[in-house]
């Protein structure tokens, strides 16, 4: 039983609640619900993710979907086919199939005696996705949908690719799923069939990696899932949520703007995580926000949230460069529509090392750079969790392997909100390249905070699906949307655009070493200039964080440390440990189920050689209750030639000293255009 006297229900909690799906798998949930639901039904609140209810998402499902529970609604949180208590094997991400099993899920909830027949989605990342997806297919069940940190462009804005050059995150998240798919079900729950459905996953969840990088262009792989594919397919309500601090801001600025169904957009300073409980704060009472959300589309009740704003975001202000903020300053800020009227771009013409003010022409010289491969070595995470330090630093430590470009210094603030554009007439003695942008305040000490940036791949410059090698020292007029945001940059500061070749450890470098040259007098910034709105001062002010109560867990064996970032400039590595040296966590309410996992990542590239670029690495995962102990070895290595990209992994399993499952890979990819 969970209660908190301010719930205006009492709860009861249904674990391993199995879904029968048509082809005879089961799938697992968890469900809470009012006490009371059979006799007076509720609509109920969907999750629907692959990182295993029992341990991996725990403390934040005991936060979430209590409180929903409590204020009159059914939160479901049931794992993917192939993870957790689920049957079967997980092949892929945003598979048809999935889809598929979430359609049978609506339909198997709102045919409960609990439930009203109303259901809603909600979900970060993975679930932020599939939401979107699902409500493309327009189930009759499902009446709205919360969507966080997610994307409508599989290409375009997710960990595969950015302007078309190849995130490392494409690798680095791959290599988090290839452990997660080898994780054990809970004997628990599933029983003496355990070992056979792990048998299942270890045997049958393949190499996701290799499909992953053969395919380089924007074919169906990325199109399927991608709701940018047609818009209209979305009916039902869609609330979009995000943070400046996240890599799926993007999105939410397009939906809005393309989309036709009821939407609002909500954007704070938050990085990778449910705005309740998300850094950099201040954080927002969330859950309240997301039930004037549901009384409206799942119980009829008028709430107002429709008649506010359509997107409301962090106007971001000054802070000096940190990798980690605990709080970001700053003032919300709104628009009625997007795309808004009110904000017009302003041209910034690039000089010679400086960017030139409105109105002016300056004139027209080439410049050239062939930045260092280390550049990007302060850039942060393309995924930042806000939790670690994973965000961009000081950006003095790029400016040598730069193109800098800076405005005078500002006499009056300067604000902005939507997507800089940078437009080049550029060139580059290579038949592939591709130019880094970085947007940046540079403060009245000198110091750098970089607040945007964006890449693209030249050979992608006339779309990512055909694409054309450049013709070495050819002048090409190209344009590059950085990354939306919100920002004030204070009087006694200058704006600054940086340009290099090279922006590692966040896209794979060139085949070869790259000479840009930027033509000035005929590229410029257009900055999308957002006037002051007196409504701003009248928006309602967010409720306070609120949680359901946190789960009781203990931990067996503490973490070393939570994270560490460590800088090598001389030798061009970045060195991530994440909960190194593998904490174990105990969950009584599961019988004392313990958990722990560690992850070292380590990319290395020379200054002056892009073909040493590598990425190592390496999770551990554990599980267990008495003398049941399961361990996860899983590895990953990344190099590349200047025609292949090579992925070599190793996958070991244990059942306690005992190795169960040891298998290798070893692939050997075609470049195409990267």
Same mark, same amino acid.
């Given at each position: 039983? *969970?209660?908190?006297?301010?719930?205006?229900?009492?709860?009861?909690?249904?674990?391993?609640?199995?879904?029968?799906?048509?082809?005879?798998?089961?799938?697992?949930?968890?469900?809470?619900?009012?006490?009371?639901?059979?006799?007076?039904?509720?609509?109920?609140?969907?999750?629907?993710?692959?990182?295993?209810?029992?341990?991996?998402?725990?403390?934040?499902?005991?936060?979430?979907?209590?409180?929903?529970?409590?204020?009159?609604?059914?939160?479901?949180?049931?794992?993917?086919?192939?993870?957790?208590?689920? +049957? @079967?094997?997980?092949?892929?991400?945003?598979?048809?199939?999935?889809?598929?099993?979430?359609?049978?899920?609506?339909?198997?909830?709102?045919?409960?005696?609990?439930?009203?027949?109303?259901?809603?989605?909600?979900?970060?990342?993975?679930?932020?996705?599939?939401?979107?997806?699902?409500?493309?297919?327009?189930?009759?069940?499902?009446?709205?949908?919360?969507?966080?940190?997610?994307?409508?462009?599989?290409?375009?804005?997710?960990?595969?690719?950015?302007?078309?050059?190849?995130?490392?995150?494409?690798?680095?998240?791959?290599?988090?799923?290839?452990?997660?798919?080898?994780?054990?079900?809970?004997?628990?729950?599933? =029983?003496?069939?355990?070992?056979?459905?792990?048998?299942?996953?270890?045997? @049958?969840?393949?190499?996701?990696?290799? +499909?992953?990088?053969?395919?380089?262009?924007?074919?169906?792989?990325?199109?399927?899932?991608?709701?940018?594919?047609?818009?209209?397919? !979305?009916?039902?309500?869609?609330?979009?949520? =995000?943070?400046?601090?996240?890599?799926?801001?993007?999105?939410?600025?397009?939906?809005?703007?393309?989309?036709?169904?009821?939407?609002?957009?909500?954007?704070?300073?938050?990085?990778?995580?449910?705005?309740?409980?998300?850094?950099?704060?201040?954080?927002?009472?969330?859950?309240?926000?997301?039930?004037?959300?549901?009384?409206?589309?799942?119980?009829?009740?008028?709430?107002?949230?429709?008649?506010?704003?359509?997107?409301?975001?962090?106007?971001?202000?000054?802070?000096?460069?940190?990798?980690?903020?605990?709080?970001?300053?700053?003032?919300?800020?709104?628009?009625?529509?997007?795309?808004?009227?009110?904000?017009?771009?302003? *041209?910034?013409?690039?000089?010679?090392?400086?960017?030139?003010?409105?109105?002016?022409?300056?004139?027209?010289?080439?410049?050239?750079?062939?930045?260092?491969?280390?550049? =990007?070595?302060?850039?942060?995470?393309?995924?930042?969790?806000?939790?670690?330090?994973?965000?961009?630093?000081?950006?003095?430590?790029?400016?040598?392997?730069?193109?800098?470009?800076?405005?005078?210094?500002?006499?009056?603030?300067?604000?902005?909100?939507?997507?800089?554009?940078?437009?080049?007439?550029?060139?580059?003695?290579?038949?592939?390249?591709?130019?880094?942008?970085?947007?940046?305040? !540079?403060?009245?000490?000198?110091?750098?905070?970089?607040?945007?940036? =964006?890449?693209?791949?030249?050979?992608?410059?006339?779309?990512?699906?055909?694409?054309?090698?450049?013709?070495?020292?050819?002048?090409?007029?190209?344009?590059?949307?950085?990354?939306?945001?919100?920002?004030?940059?204070?009087?006694?500061?200058?704006?600054?655009?940086? *340009?290099?070749?090279?922006?590692?450890?966040?896209?794979?470098?060139?085949?070869?070493?790259?000479?840009?040259?930027?033509?000035?007098? +005929?590229?410029?910034?257009?900055?999308?200039?957002?006037?002051?709105?007196?409504?701003?001062?009248?928006?309602?002010?967010?409720?306070?964080?609120?949680?359901?109560?946190?789960?009781?867990?203990?931990?067996?064996?503490?973490?070393?440390?939570?994270?560490? !970032?460590?800088?090598?400039?001389?030798?061009?590595?970045?060195?991530?440990?994440?909960?190194?040296?593998?904490?174990?966590?105990?969950?009584?309410?599961?019988?004392?189920?313990?958990?722990?996992?560690?992850?070292?990542?380590?990319?290395?590239?020379?200054?002056?050689?892009?073909?040493?670029?590598?990425?190592?690495?390496?999770?551990?995962?554990?599980?267990?209750?008495?003398?049941?102990?399961?361990?996860?070895?899983?590895?990953?290595?990344?190099?590349?030639?200047? +025609?292949?990209?090579?992925?070599?992994?190793?996958?070991?399993?244990?059942?306690?000293?005992?190795?169960?499952?040891?298998?290798?890979?070893?692939?050997?990819?075609?470049?195409?255009?990267?």
């Amino acid at each position: 039983m *969970i209660y908190r006297s301010d719930f205006p229900h009492k709860i009861k909690v249904l674990h391993h609640v199995r879904i029968p799906l048509k082809d005879g798998v089961t799938l697992s949930a968890t469900i809470w619900l009012p006490e009371d639901a059979e006799k007076n039904p509720v609509p109920a609140i969907l999750e629907y993710l692959p990182y295993r209810k029992r341990d991996g998402t725990t403390e934040r499902d005991a936060l979430n979907h209590p409180y929903f529970a409590g204020h009159g609604y059914a939160g479901v949180r049931v794992d993917i086919r192939g993870s957790g208590e689920s +049957e @079967g094997v997980l092949k892929g991400e945003y598979l048809k199939s999935e889809q598929d099993d979430c359609l049978e899920i609506l339909a198997w909830l709102a045919a409960q005696k609990w439930c009203t027949g109303d259901v809603g989605m909600i979900g970060i990342s993975w679930g932020g996705f599939n939401g979107l997806q699902v409500a493309a297919r327009r189930p009759k069940e499902l009446k709205a949908v919360i969507s966080l940190c997610s994307t409508d462009d599989r290409y375009a804005d997710d960990i595969h690719f950015m302007g078309g050059c190849l995130l490392v995150d494409k690798l680095n998240w791959g290599s988090t799923m290839f452990a997660y798919n080898a994780a054990p079900p809970d004997p628990a729950l599933v =029983g003496d069939k355990w070992r056979e459905m792990w048998k299942q996953r270890l045997e @049958g969840s393949g190499f996701w990696l290799e +499909e992953w990088h053969r395919t380089q262009r924007r074919t169906d792989l990325y199109k399927h899932g991608s709701i940018a594919e047609d818009y209209g397919a !979305v009916e039902c309500p869609v609330y979009l949520v =995000g943070g400046w601090a996240d890599g799926y801001t993007n999105p939410i600025f397009r939906m809005l703007e393309n989309l036709s169904c009821p939407r609002k957009g909500l954007i704070g300073p938050w990085a990778h995580k449910y705005p309740n409980f998300a850094y950099p704060g201040p954080r927002i009472g969330f859950l309240q926000e997301c039930l004037r959300w549901w009384d409206k589309w799942l119980k009829g009740k008028e709430t107002g949230i429709m008649d506010e704003p359509m997107l409301r975001v962090w106007m971001q202000d000054t802070v000096p460069p940190q990798p980690k903020y605990d709080e970001r300053p700053g003032r919300w800020v709104a628009e009625d529509t997007w795309p808004s009227a009110r904000i017009k771009p302003t *041209i910034y013409p690039l000089a010679k090392g400086a960017l030139a003010s409105p109105g002016t022409k300056p004139a027209v010289e080439p410049l050239t750079i062939c930045s260092p491969q280390t550049v =990007g070595l302060a850039a942060g995470a393309w995924c930042p969790y806000g939790l670690a330090p994973d965000q961009a630093i000081d950006q003095r430590i790029e400016a040598g392997g730069s193109l800098t470009f800076d405005t005078e210094i500002l006499k009056e603030p300067l604000e902005f909100v939507g997507a800089p554009v940078i437009r080049l007439k550029i060139a580059a003695d290579k038949p592939d390249a591709f130019v880094a942008v970085t947007l940046s305040e !540079v403060l009245p000490d000198g110091a750098v905070t970089r607040f945007s940036y =964006g890449l693209l791949n030249l050979t992608h410059r006339n779309g990512h699906e055909k694409l054309e090698k450049l013709e070495p020292g050819k002048a090409y007029e190209i344009a590059i949307k950085l990354n939306v945001c919100a920002q004030k940059l204070g009087v006694g500061s200058r704006l600054r655009v940086a *340009i290099s070749s090279s922006y590692w450890p966040i896209v794979w470098p060139s085949p070869e070493k790259v000479t840009l040259t930027i033509f000035t007098g +005929e590229s410029g910034l257009e900055l999308p200039i957002r006037p002051t709105r007196a409504e701003d001062a009248r928006l309602p002010a967010f409720a306070p964080a609120e949680n359901a109560p946190p789960f009781a867990s203990r931990q067996i064996r503490p973490d070393n440390d939570h994270a560490r !970032v460590t800088l090598d400039h001389h030798t061009g590595t970045v060195t991530v440990d994440e909960l190194d040296g593998g904490g174990l966590t105990s969950i009584p309410e599961f019988d004392n189920w313990e958990y722990g996992a560690s992850t070292h990542k380590t990319y290395t590239i020379k200054p002056a050689d892009p073909l040493s670029a590598k990425a190592d690495i390496v999770w551990k995962k554990e599980f267990g209750r008495g003398d049941f102990r399961i361990n996860i070895d899983a590895r990953t290595h990344m190099s590349v030639t200047r +025609e292949h990209f090579r992925l070599k992994a190793t996958l070991d399993a244990y059942e306690g000293d005992v190795r169960v499952f040891s298998k290798e890979w070893d692939c050997l990819i075609p470049r195409d255009h990267v």
